[in-house]
């Protein structure tokens, strides 16, 4: 832009080149001189094309973050490992329903599974690991696929059943989950999490067999 604006400079300049223009007289009509405009207009458009580039990276960049979320930093299960989060909490202000009637006053104990529960069990898994979409696969068909590590569109699109993404690990940081794959079920008022080492899940496949 600097260039362009100095060669665009030079070549309206009257003293280019060390030349001198005197004063030769007026003939015909005069105008008024329009560099400030052009330079305007030049910088607008150079703008505007900086705009669009600038646009045209930042829809690749939430396009390329929506095919290939960031991994979580989840390392595969080892051993089996079994336990309950209780998703418990205390009411610090009045909490009140859709017409002002108050639901729960403050300080009070309140347990959402005694009141909802959980619609269908959730599997964290790494869909880029063929042995975890297996094992995902052979669950509970209306398990919630939730993924730590791979593409959920993508798998999506390939196995035709709605996958999620634990963005920003806000699901596996509350419910405590080291490593995957793991699988979360209602028990009573808590939340049973297994942690499952497939390893072992296949050696006591082939004792069955």
Known sequence: ????????????????????????????ETYPIIEN?????????????????????????????????????????TENR????DPSFFVENDIRDHKGKIMWKAGTHVNPLEHTSLAAPMLFFDG??????QWALAENASSRLILTKGSPLQLEEKIERPVFFDQQALLTKKLKIQFIPARVTQEGVVLKIEEIDLSRLKNTEKVKK
Do not use: C, W
């Not at 396009?63 to 930093?73: D, I």
């Open 1 to 28: 832009m600097v260039r362009k604006i100095l060669l665009l400079s030079i070549m309206i300049s009257p003293n280019v080149f060390g030349l001198t223009l005197h004063d030769l007289g007026t003939f015909g």
């Open 82 to 85: 079994v336990f309950f989060y």
């Open 128 to 133: 880029s690991d063929d042995n975890h979409l």
């Open 37 to 77: 405009d052009l330079l305007e207009v030049i910088e607008g458009r150079v703008k505007k094309i900086d705009q669009n580039v600038l646009n045209q990276k930042m829809a690749q960049h939430v396009k390329h973050k929506v095919l290939h979320p960031v991994p979580l930093p989840l390392g595969s299960a």
